[in-house]
Each structure stands twice: as C-alpha cells, then as structure tokens.
C-alpha cells in the first residue's frame, strides 16, 4: 500500500531526520570563503514494552537517551566536506557523506538495517553449530519407537499431541532476526585529469537467520519442521568508470560524453546447508528414513559487467545516446553430497552420501548476457516533440552440461532413484535444461503542443524468444494515448489509456506460465490538479490496470505427458492465472491560510483481484475444479498540520495515518469432485464445493498518532515535546494462532509478529552550528 509502510517509521525520529539538511541539497557560499556548519540532535524516550517483531521490524526504537541524528559540512581551504549520520551506535545506523581535496573526489554511505521477522520463535532443536539443529538422540528414538509401535491408523493428533507433549513444552526459544550492513566508498581520481576516472568499491554482509525455513523429514513418520536458516553472506563488488566529456564546438554540437565501465561482483554463502536432525529417527534407515536432513543454501556464485556508451547533445533539444553491455555470470560452488543418509547406494555400489560418487565436483555454469540500447530524443520544430528508444537483451546458457543418472530426490533420502533422458529433457530432468532468452523491444514517442494542451501518441514492438520454456517465441506490442492540460496556474489535467498484447506460441496441455502465456492489458488513468485559490489545493487521481490471459486450453485426461485415449477437452476448464486487476484511487486536500499554518490531507483506496483456476481427472472425466478468486482492499486516510504558535519561536506540528488492509480468498469447489465432503455442508454454504473462503486473508490495520511541540529558545538551540502512539493488528489464516504444533505433524516456529499497541514520549535538543 502506498501511504502507510506495514510497520511505520517512528514520527518522533523521523521529524528529526526532516530537520537535517540534505548533503545534495546544501551548498557553499557564493564567494571562496571559508565556511563551516552542522546540527546535533539528542533524544530522551521513553515507551511501553512491546513483544511483536512487528513494531521494530525494520527500525530500533530505543529507550532512554540515542543520538538520532547529527551532521556537519564545509569549505576550509579550498577542501570541501560532509558527514552525515543517523541512530548513532544503534543496528539501523547509517553514515554517509563526501570531501574533496585537490585532485582527490571520496564519498562513502555505510548502511545497517536489521530485520527482525519473530521474536521468541520455538523449536524443538539447538543450534550447535552453524546451520546444524539438533536434537536428544535418546528422545528421539524413544518418539520414532512409540510412533512405529501403533498401526498408521492411529497416528492421530492427539496421539501425537500425548506424545509429543513435554518435547513440545520444552522446546528452545530463539529471535528469528538478521542484519544487513552495507558500505561503498567512490574514489573519483579525475579532477585534474582531462576526462572523468572513478573507483567504486561495496562490501555487504549478511548475518543472523534469513526466516524460518526446513522442509520434510522423509520417514515412517514425515514430519515438516521449521528452524531458523543461518544468514552468513558476504557480497563485494568492484568498479571503474571512466568518461570523456566533449565539449560544444559551434552552434548545432552541444556536447556529450562517452564512457566505459567495468565491475566485479563476488558472492560468498558461508552457510553451505542446513541439517536438521529427524524428530522420529537417531540412525540411518532405508525404509524408516535417515536420523537427518539437509537442505542446501544459496551457491557461492560471481559476475562481470562491463558496458560502453555515448551521450550526444546537438541544437533543438536533440539527445543521441547508446550503449553496449556485457555480463558474464558464473557459479561452481562445490556440489554437496547426493543424500545425507548412509544407507543408499547407487546401483554401483557406491555410498550416495560420499562426495567421490557425484558425477561433477561441480556446476562450473556459465551465462553469458548482452544488452544495446539506443535513444535519441529531439523537439525539431517548436511544439513538436520526439523519442525514440530501442533495446536488445539477450541471456545465453554456456554451461557445459552432463545427462544425470539419478539421485535420491525421487523419494528423498530413503532410495537411489534413475533419471531417464526424454525428448524435453534430454539432460535427465527438465530443471537441468540449459535456459536461454532474447527479447528485442523498440518504442516510440511524440508529442505535440497545442497551446495549452499536449497531446502525446506511442506505441512499443517487441519480440520474445525463449530456449526450453513451453513458449519458445512470441509478441509483445502495444500503443497508449495521453493527454496533458494545462491552463494559468489553477488547473492540471492528465489522462493516459495504454493498451498492449502479448502472443505465445508453442505446445501445452494445460496453459503457459503466467510470465510467457498470452496476455491482453489495458492501463487508463486519470489525474487532476486543481487550485481554485492561492491558498487552497486539490490533487485527484485514478489508475486501472486489468490483465486477462485468454485462450487458455481446457483440461483433457493426461498419463504419462500425453492425453489418455479417448480423451477430450473438458469445457469451461482453463487452469492457471486466468486476470487480474489492480485499482488505485487517491485525493489530496492542501490548505494554508496563513504563513503561521498549513494543513493537509488525504485518502488513498486500492484493490487488487486475481483469479486462478485449477483442475484434475479421474479416468477421462473431471474431478476437481477449484477457483481462488483473491482480492486485496486498502483503505488509508491521514491529516497533517504545522502551526506557528508564536513565529520563530513555539511550532506545534500534528499527524494521523490510517490504513486498514482486508483481504479474501473466495474459494469455490466442483460439487461433484472428490474435493466435497457431505460433512462440510453444515458448515460450508451450498455452492462452494465443500470449499471455505479464507476471510482473514492477510488481514491489516495500522495506525499512527503523532503530536510534537517545539521551542526555539536562543538562535542555535530548539528543544522539542513530543507524543506518539502506534496500533498494529494483524490476522492471517496460516499464521493465527502460538501452537507450534498446528497439525500432525508439523512443527512451526511461530515467532511473535503479531499485533501490538504502544505509547511513545519523547523530548529531542537540537543544536545547529
């Protein structure tokens, strides 16, 4: 949603921020003088204690006395600088700023930003190592010898809740929570060379756990665990840009530049797979399952990028520029194992959890892209306006690939299963097709004055074709009309209808992919800004973007890939993303009736809708047909106020923002489908197939009070007064509920980022120098 993030930056410090000037927006005094300025900020907060993740999600909100915010700049000698910084020693502190000495350009921006995604999640497991989760192994074979010790028929949940009972009360509590830091530093070396030379250098480190993740843990009994997944990423990158800049030689030559860059992107995952003991198992076994499972992480992976482009300028506006980039993407992390369990073997003979038995050590993949785009832009005659713009994208697969002879995910970990070469998947399996693309695009522009109107027509051509995907080649044109309106100072108007189509062509039973099937999509909006009078102003806006996916093939009985003799399309049973809508409404109230006030408001509505359908057979005939039809409303309102109470002295500003999010999943059901159970009809209306509509969809309301009272007591010095308060609810149909054991059998973290109500006072002192 647009006005209101899901967790809202604290007022109090986001006011504090408001009062620091820009660095791009400070400049040096006109005469070379030396000169030298700055503010500091001092904070003393207090607040209830909140629980939810959610309310410091993103943000550290800390009690007591924090620095918020502190700046300084200036010119001494002819060198130029800046420092800026924001939570000063807290997780979501960032510094950034510049100098220039001589011949010597430096800027630098280091960044942290925690993400804290569940507090007090529980597991049954301890972390003992990195990525490694544990658990009794005396527990759990005693738990997999009382599960096996009764038929499967009385596996029931409270069977399992009985059992598990004192494990589950029990259970470790650990923060679900990460942290990313994020520096660059820019060396620009050319201020006394006759061109443009710079070195850029970024370093990212990942830390903590990325969420909750895990997965199945195959055995007599399949369990599906969540644990924390360890984050220990570190990503650098390397780069150089250099650029000549032309200078303008007569009337019709303006100038430009060209330009050449180089950088090197380097990944590094030292979390190299996640292990997670089996709950109902402490040693290997063929038929019961392996005591572990492992799960693997993000390969370690790296990238080159290097392009070079021109900018020309000439007389009448007229811009000509181009460029030509090439990557090159490469990954050979080293392989893991096939299987964790020590009892397979490959019909070699050979232990399918050893290293020696893969076929490659490694991937050593390889993707090659190259990109030309070209521009040129120009207003030949007064009025008339033009832009051109054409781009060539192209992904190419140079991994040298290898037919795979099988491996343990057919039943995984508990048997070798082969891999057979087909038609569609000549490497074993269709995920190890070599993957490649080609889009061409070129859109055009023009636009004409005629006096205070502006009327502008377009239209795009692109070509799509693809390697391995069911669409192997397609269209993607489209035209759009737009109108500006402009009279005096009072009246703005801005309507625009874009309508495009996108073609598919290749073989499917069931319907493309919703990225490469046929689409048709309509864009129309519609913006008006009025002032009737010097004080007052209105902004209205409207935007509607529907996409359908038509033509999509009925269902017909399909075995083995192809469609069961005597089968025939089933009508009115297209399956996939059948449309989709999103609508945005918005209207802006400004008012200031003085130079002491000003007032605002707003109200923003948005609804998002989808519609998916999905099938399957028995024999020839239909069985089920289930139908998501999803939406998403936003309703989000706030006012805002700033009044002088005594000019250059007493300022009391004023906030309020709400937004209230309900979302529903509409499910409907054949009647006549193995989906419908006679017991559900007491329950669940007629009509639906046995199916219940999900009402608590993601469900949101957020809202934000703030009042702030400030004193400028001497010419440097303001102290402020502040109140802020902040509702959270929230509901979700998976995520409702603290049981870390929802159902058998399947153990969730259920970290706390739910709802949360919290009081905020606060006084800040700011000094400027």
Request: charged share 20%; glycine share 10%.
């Amino acid at each position: 949603m647009k006005r209101i993030t899901p967790v809202t930056v604290l007022f109090a410090c986001g006011l504090l921020a408001a009062s620091a000037p820009l660095f791009a927006q400070t400049a040096a005094p006109a005469a070379p003088t030396d000169w030298f300025s700055g503010t500091a900020t001092l904070s003393l907060l207090g607040r209830d204690n909140v629980d939810s993740s959610k309310f410091e999600e993103y943000r550290v909100v800390p009690k007591g006395v924090s620095m918020p915010v502190f700046n300084f700049q200036g010119s001494q000698g002819g060198k130029d600088f800046a420092v800026f910084g924001q939570n000063i020693f807290q997780a979501d502190q960032r510094y950034f700023g510049g100098a220039t000495v001589g011949w010597l350009g430096v800027s630098f921006d280091y960044n942290q930003i925690p993400h804290n995604m569940g507090n007090n999640g529980l597991t049954l497991f301890g972390e003992t190592s990195q990525g490694v989760w544990n658990m009794s192994a005396t527990l759990r074979q005693a738990l997999g010898a009382a599960a096996e010790g009764v038929p499967s028929n009385q596996r029931t949940y409270p069977f399992y809740q009985n059992l598990l009972g004192p494990t589950i009360a029990a259970a470790n509590s650990i923060d679900i929570s990460g942290l990313r830091q994020r520096g660059n530093v820019t060396l620009d070396v050319g201020k006394r060379l006759p061109f443009d030379l710079s070195f850029t250098y970024l370093r990212e480190v990942k830390t903590g756990y990325r969420g909750a993740s895990g997965g199945d843990v195959i055995g007599t009994v399949t369990s599906a665990v969540d644990v924390g997944e360890p984050m220990n990423e570190l990503t650098t990158d390397y780069g150089i840009r250099g650029a000549y800049n032309f200078k303008s030689s007569n009337q019709s030559f303006k100038g430009g530049n060209v330009y050449a860059t180089f950088n090197r992107n380097i990944y590094n995952d030292r979390a190299d797979s996640l292990v997670i003991d089996n709950p109902f198992r402490a040693t290997d076994n063929l038929s019961s399952g392996p005591a572990q499972a492992r799960f693997s992480t993000s390969p370690d992976n790296a990238a080159n990028r290097g392009a070079f482009g021109f900018m020309l300028r000439f007389a009448r506006q007229t811009r000509v520029s181009g460029d030509l980039a090439f990557g090159s993407w490469t990954q050979d992390a080293a392989f893991l194992p096939y299987t964790i369990n020590s009892t397979i073997f490959t019909p070699a003979g050979a232990p399918a959890n050893s290293l020696s038995t893969l076929q490659q050590a490694s991937l050593n993949g390889k993707i090659d892209t190259t990109s030309l785009n070209f521009g040129f832009s120009s207003r030949p005659v007064r009025g008339l306006g033009i832009r051109l713009r054409y781009r060539s994208y192209d992904l190419s697969n140079k991994t040298a690939k290898w037919v795979i002879t099988g491996d343990t995910s057919g039943s995984p970990d508990r048997s070798w299963t082969p891999a057979e070469p087909e038609a569609d998947a000549p490497f074993g399996y269709a995920t190890a097709n070599p993957y490649s693309n080609n889009t061409k695009r070129f859109d055009a522009q023009v636009g004409y004055d005629i006096g205070d109107l502006t009327v502008e027509g377009a239209f795009h051509l692109a070509s799509l074709d693809r390697t391995y995907r069911e669409a192997t080649t397609g269209d993607d044109d489209g035209w759009a009309l737009s109108a500006v309106y402009h009279t005096s100072d009072w009246l703005g108007i801005r309507a625009v209808y874009d309508d495009s189509r996108r073609t598919a062509n290749g073989e499917t039973l069931y319907g493309f992919q919703a990225d490469e099937a046929k689409r048709n999509r309509t864009r129309t909006g519609l913006q008006v800004e009025l002032t009737p009078l010097a004080k007052l102003g209105f902004t209205f806006s409207y935007f509607r973007r529907n996409d359908d996916y038509p033509d999509r093939p009925d269902r017909i009985a399909v075995s083995g890939g192809v469609p069961i003799s005597g089968a025939q399309p089933i009508p009115g049973t297209p399956s996939g993303l059948l449309n989709a809508k999103y609508d945005t409404f918005t209207v802006d109230v400004d008012y200031t009736p003085s130079e002491r006030a000003e007032v605002g408001g707003f109200y923003s509505y948005e609804k998002n809708a989808s519609t998916n359908q999905w099938s399957t057979t028995t024999g020839v005939n239909l069985n089920n047909l289930l139908n998501y039809a999803g939406s998403d409303r936003g309703d989000t309102f706030g006012a805002n106020a700033r009044i002088a109470l005594v000019p250059d002295k007493w300022t009391f500003s004023f906030l309020l923002q709400h937004q209230k999010v309900d979302g529903l999943m509409d499910i409907t059901a054949r009647e006549a489908g193995s989906f419908y159970t006679p017991g559900r009809t007491t329950l669940i209306p007629p009509g639906q197939g046995g199916a219940a509509d999900i009402v608590n969809y993601d469900d949101t309301k957020l809202t934000s009070v703030v009042g702030d009272l400030a004193y400028a007591f001497a010419k440097a010095w303001t102290i402020s007064f502040g109140y802020a308060y902040e509702k959270y609810t929230y509901g979700n149909a998976f995520t409702d509920g603290t049981t870390i054991f929802p159902q058998s059998v399947l153990f969730f973290m259920k970290g706390n980022d739910n709802g949360y109500n919290v009081n905020i006072v606060y006084s800040r002192l700011n000094y400027r120098f």
